[in-house]
């Protein structure tokens, strides 16, 4: 459990002038623009460029963003105090290995690796080099918003269905690592454990790079996860149920609405508390740089839930 909860040490850096921090962007796809724009918004921050080995798509978003382009990682990371990693998946360890190794913090789009060695040789080496290192699993910030991770009671089971349209966006992995990886970042968090055993089967796409999976987690102390994640649907789902012994909790993502039954104090305002995750998660970032605050989502627990997303891949070619 030491790895669930604990927090990177904030990091001061004296050399940042002004405490204007200087970042730029690997990847220059739909994330890339996202980030891009929050970095842009932040008061604190300078988006230096944008880095892509497709030049043409690097000018473009650069252009659009008023920033510089790049195609040589080396070059923009001379040129930056951070980075943040938007790359196609299975480029995210070699891309924010290459910028911890040359110093630089990193904020890197779920999930943290496509492997779970090379998770953890982040986690290594930002250590090691003293730099932030945070994953990018923003959606933690809509349960803080709705008040979940302050439920004193543990959940005793979880339901997550996660299905969308056909996508080549996020098909360089697993559905597990694309999609799935995001509600088991939130049941380990409700759970406050790890689990123990797993089931899973795959329902669409290649053995070694499924479309569809379910998949079931048993969790140490008590509690079941069932999942549901899929890129080959015909329409979109995202729905969450929590069962507590005392009630349940059951949330509609698309329409931003849950029902509390019987009442455990949650925000139905959450979307309006927190409309930006994406913009809070970079303001996180900057501030953990700043040595301001820990570090807001650890890169122990996105190589977590790397571990985790791996082993379910794993247990559907059993």
């Given at each position: 459990m030491a790895a669930l909860l604990s927090h990177q040490k904030a990091i001061h850096v004296s050399d940042i002038s002004q405490k204007q921090v200087r970042i730029g962007v690997a990847g220059a796809g739909v994330f890339g623009r996202n980030h891009a724009n929050k970095i842009k918004a932040n008061s604190r921050a300078t988006l230096?460029?944008?880095?892509?080995?497709?030049?043409?798509?690097?000018?473009?978003?650069?252009?659009?963003m008023g920033t510089q382009s790049y195609t040589d990682l080396s070059a923009i990371l001379a040129d930056v105090d951070a980075l943040v990693v938007a790359t196609p998946a299975i480029a995210h360890g070699g891309v924010a290995r290459?910028?911890?190794?040359?110093?630089?913090?990193?904020?890197v789009e779920k999930p943290l690796a496509a492997t779970s060695a090379d998770a953890e040789i982040l986690c290594q080496h930002a250590a090691q080099r003293g730099v932030v290192l945070q994953a990018g699993h923003q959606e933690r910030y809509i349960f803080t918003a709705m008040g979940l991770f302050e439920v004193a009671e543990r959940p005793t089971f979880l339901e997550a269905t996660r299905v969308g349209l056909p996508s080549i966006r996020g098909a360089d992995v697993s559905?597990?690592?694309?999609?799935?990886?995001?509600?088991?970042?939130?049941?380990?968090?409700?759970?406050?454990?790890?689990?123990?055993?797993?089931k899973a089967t795959r329902l669409a796409g290649k053995p070694e790079n499924p479309d569809a999976v379910e998949a079931v987690l048993t969790f140490d102390g008590g509690g079941e996860a069932?999942?549901?994640?899929?890129?080959?649907?015909?329409?979109?789902?995202?729905?969450?149920?929590?069962?507590?012994v005392e009630g349940e909790v059951a949330i509609d993502f698309i329409a931003k609405?849950?029902?509390?039954?019987?009442?455990?104090?949650?925000?139905?305002?959450f979307a309006t508390r927190i409309p930006d995750p994406m913009g809070a998660?970079?303001?996180?970032?900057?501030?953990?740089?700043?040595?301001?605050k820990p570090v807001a989502i650890?890169?122990?627990d996105g190589a977590a839930a790397v571990r985790i997303a791996e082993a379910i891949d794993k247990a559907t070619r059993a």
């Open positions: 230096v460029g944008i880095f892509d080995l497709n030049a043409e798509r690097a000018e473009a978003l650069a252009g659009e290459a910028a911890i190794d040359a110093g630089k913090h990193c904020l559905v597990t690592l694309d999609l799935m990886v995001h509600d088991i970042d939130l049941a380990r968090l409700l759970f406050r454990a790890e689990p123990i055993a797993i069932r999942f549901l994640a899929s890129r080959a649907a015909e329409e979109r789902d995202r729905r969450m149920t929590i069962g507590y609405s849950f029902i509390d039954e019987p009442n455990f104090g949650l925000h139905p305002d998660a970079t303001a996180d970032f900057i501030a953990a740089i700043l040595g301001e650890s890169a122990a």
